[in-house]
């Protein structure tokens, strides 16, 4: 092999090293797009309220309450009470409370949470509501709820089933989150903080 073939042969070699080190506008050297967080979230009694804003602010994501036309009262909200307004929302199908809150233009989000007290086993029925005024379509939603007893999978397996359109995510219980502990779970969504 001559001599002048070696050296440009060298010189390709060397050329193809450098732009492959990074010394072009590769994908590699881009910083990673952050995603749009939405954080929906329904509070009768202000515990699921601050999980909501504790996830928007370390995801830097929208905040967004999903409000019942008619405020819950205390009576409203008494589980042993069969008259109350809770309990008959979560025992008659056809009990659908109306919300105040506007639709969300879901297709600006890439992430959506939406949280919520479990009740009966179940997320309330005003999450329902929201649901109905979206278009999650194949959307991927991650839910998550407070509880004093309960745990979150029954109630993600029921809206599993109500609207099997939606990827829902297996979800989680946030009784007392801390920022570690939400920064770590939202990692895994592709959300750096």
């Not at 092999?1 to 072009?24: Q, V």
């Not at 359109?165 to 592709?190: C, E, P, Q, T, V």
Request: with cysteine; glycine share 8%; charged share 25%.
């Amino acid at each position: 092999m001559s001599r002048k073939i070696m050296i440009s042969l060298a010189a390709l070699i060397m050329m193809m090293t450098i732009s492959s080190c990074g010394g072009g506008n590769n994908a590699e050297n881009e910083k990673p797009k952050q995603k749009r967080v939405l954080v929906a979230y329904f509070s009768a009694t202000g515990k699921t309220k601050k999980v909501a804003e504790d996830i928007a602010r370390i995801s830097g994501g929208d905040l967004h309450e999903i409000v019942p036309a008619k405020p819950y009262s205390a009576a409203d909200l008494d589980w042993t009470d069969e008259k109350s307004r809770s309990y008959v929302e979560m025992h008659e199908s056809d009990s659908l409370p109306e919300t105040t809150d506007s639709v969300v233009d879901i297709s600006s989000y890439d992430v959506i949470f939406i949280g919520y007290p479990i009740w009966w086993e179940q997320a309330p029925r005003v999450i329902n509501s929201f649901i109905d005024k979206q278009e999650l379509g194949k959307r991927y939603v991650i839910p998550f709820a407070t509880s004093n007893g309960s745990q979150i999978g029954e109630s993600v397996d029921s809206l599993k089933s109500q609207y099997p359109g939606i990827y829902w995510d297996s979800g989680k219980l946030l009784n007392s989150a801390s920022d570690a502990g939400l920064i770590k779970w939202m990692k895994g969504f592709g959300i750096k903080r």
